[in-house]
């Protein structure tokens, strides 16, 4: 079982590196949403704490939401996803095989923009603590996200359809992202951060096991 | 329709109509007027009985869906659907009346608390919910997608107020009378959430047998066009 999500997951990094639809996109509109959202609020030193864990990740849901679209979309293209889901595989592994590569993309966009980000906001570089976080919470992004692609591309409006699905279900991340971000830009003790981590890393159990059950309704013809 | 469900349609009516006479009494005339918040309290008999059958309503249609991927009878996601529908309207009364009584007591018209938050978490993933049903490219794959939402976004709840919560710990405890809550109040406010319960039924009830009969409809037609 565990060969055949590799396999999925291979499928999926060889099509983007020939194809490069969706790291490239989404890391450039990532950006572009920082940027943007830098200009809003203004840039100080004093908003470290406040604003900068809120830029950051307003900028990876956005741009998480948007890859998480082209996950399945992409599948819409010459029939593939038919060709998928011909597999001789449950559908369990189908989920599991386009969640480990939701993820594994989310994870490449959050290697480049998150340093970006941090050295816009003249912030340390190296901080193990934010990358635990980005784990957890794409972690959490990809297990919802890959099942609401999954509806959404089947419906109409699809491309509307997976913020609309997916933003209000994330909101626990969302907050426990920038709960936990905010002490560790500021440097304070990993303490701090712990009940945010605690609460990512259930969101994480839960979504993956109940996705993983429900997965098979969802893409059923 | 036969005439087993016209009767309890019937029993259902007029329980309700004598329940909601009775609610209304008990608020503007019986329960004296509490005295730290004044006359707006009174609001506090609607907002919070819609609020419990907006929950219920939630859970009713987390439960049909389960109901409906396990067993494929077309009657569970009738009520899954018509319970969704529903819970929709009485959350959107609840985030409408909530602020109308927190304005004059507690000065402000919304505050990120974990009930309130909850709330609109809820009304947002409920309106994707119909959405999703009233855009899928044919009925079954608008059930399907609805029951996989209606458990999904249930499923939520609790993380949600819990996140919130400690998110904002600020959280007016709802102190809403000092003391607690008078023998006249308490039973008011048992009325008032017998009358809504019993209003949310008769409507899921007429909700669901709709949706029956839309699908009985859909499916005649096929029968007839020789499908």
Known sequence: MFVKIIAILWKDILTEFRTREIIVSVFVFSLLVMVIFSFAFGTGVDITESIAPGILWVALTFGGVTGLNRIFAVEKENSRLEGLMLCPVDRAVIYWGKLTASFTFMLAVAIVVTPIFLALFNLPLFLPGLALIIVLASLGFAAVGTLFSALAVNTRARDIMLPILFLPVVVPVIIAAVKATAPVLAGRPWADMLIWLQILIAFDIIYMVVATLVFGFVVEE | ?227
């Open chain 2, 1 to 227: 329709m036969n005439g087993r469900h016209t009767l309890r349609n019937s029993i259902l009516l007029g329980l309700g109509f004598v329940l909601m006479m009775a609610a209304l009494f008990m608020v503007f005339v019986y329960v004296p007027t509490e005295k730290h918040s004044g006359i707006v309290q009174r609001i506090f008999y609607f907002h919070v009985p819609v609020a419990w059958v907006s929950f219920l309503a939630f859970f009713v249609t987390f439960i049909a869906s389960i109901l409906y991927l396990w067993k494929r009878e077309i009657k569970w996601d009738a009520v899954a659907c018509a319970s969704a529908e529903v819970g929709v309207i009485f959350t959107t009364l609840v985030l409408i009346t909530g602020p109308i009584w927190a304005k004059p007591t507690w000065g402000i018209w919304w505050t990120w608390d974990a009930r309130l938050t909850t709330s609109l978490v809820l009304w947002l993933i409920y309106l994707a919910y119909l959405l999703v049903r009233r855009l899928a490219n044919e009925p079954t794959q608008g059930a399907r997608h609805g029951a996989v939402i209606g458990i999904v976004g249930f499923i939520d709840v609790p993380i949600v107020f819990l996140t919130v919560n400690l998110w904002r710990t600020q959280h007016p405890t709802t102190i809403v009378f000092e003391g607690g809550l008078t023998t006249p109040m308490l039973l008011t406010l048992v009325v008032c959430i017998a009358a809504f319960t019993v209003l949310y039924i008769l409507l899921v009830v007429q909700g669901a047998g709709l949706k029956s009969m839309e699908a009985n409809i859909r499916y005649l037609k096929g029968a007839m066009q020789g499908e």
